[in-house]
């Protein structure tokens, strides 16, 4: 008699543990990469001390009920880059980019892009979006309609 309370223990002890870990591992995926931010007088901003990791970090700007996501990273030279999460190729596969060491590398066709090439004069085709950006002591500052002039991708 107690090595069957003894195994509905141990059995409903095994199902509470899983459901746990899914309630928890679905919490976290739903998060997604993405940090929301929101724009203040036209700009949104972001804190240069977010990048000193060297890795892209990935923001969504709520405009109008359109979503538009793009990242910021410091580049190995020191400057920051930021562009927009989608490209002129593949922007329609809503897969956008991913870090892959010192390169972002579309989630889409694979093709890779050096961070610190990313900007003004690195567009069209695969080439992550240009979103350009102020630098302002430890901010970052990027104009609304900058952001905007990107929400056809998304």
């Given at each position: 008699?107690?090595?069957?309370r003894?195994?509905?223990?141990?059995?409903?002890?095994?199902?509470?543990?899983?459901?746990?870990?899914?309630?928890?591992s679905?919490?976290?995926?739903?998060l997604?990469?993405?940090?929301?931010?929101?724009?203040?007088?036209?700009v949104?901003?972001?804190?240069?001390?977010?990048l000193?990791?060297?890795k892209?970090?990935?923001?969504?700007?709520?405009?109008?009920?359109?979503?538009?996501?793009?990242?910021?990273?410091?580049?190995?030279?020191?400057?920051i880059?930021?562009?927009?999460?989608?490209?002129?190729?593949?922007?329609?596969?809503?897969?956008?980019?991913?870090?892959?060491?010192?390169?972002?590398?579309?989630?889409?066709?694979?093709?890779?892009?050096?961070?610190?090439?990313?900007?003004?004069?690195a567009?069209?085709?695969?080439?992550?979006?240009?979103?350009?950006?102020?630098?302002?002591?430890?901010?970052?500052?990027?104009?609304?309609?900058?952001?905007?002039?990107?929400?056809?991708?998304?």
């Amino acid at each position: 008699m107690t090595t069957n309370r003894t195994k509905q223990v141990v059995w409903a002890g095994i199902l509470t543990v899983a459901l746990l870990i899914g309630a928890v591992s679905g919490y976290c995926f739903s998060l997604g990469k993405y940090e929301k931010i929101k724009a203040n007088g036209g700009v949104a901003t972001i804190p240069v001390a977010k990048l000193a990791d060297g890795k892209a970090h990935f923001y969504k700007l709520e405009d109008g009920g359109k979503e538009i996501a793009f990242f910021a990273v410091k580049a190995s030279d020191g400057s920051i880059r930021t562009a927009f999460d989608a490209c002129d190729a593949c922007y329609k596969s809503k897969k956008g980019y991913e870090q892959q060491g010192d390169k972002l590398n579309c989630k889409n066709c694979n093709q890779k892009f050096a961070i610190n090439r990313l900007g003004p004069n690195a567009t069209g085709g695969c080439n992550p979006g240009y979103l350009p950006h102020q630098l302002n002591g430890g901010t970052i500052s990027l104009n609304l309609n900058d952001l905007r002039g990107g929400a056809r991708y998304f």
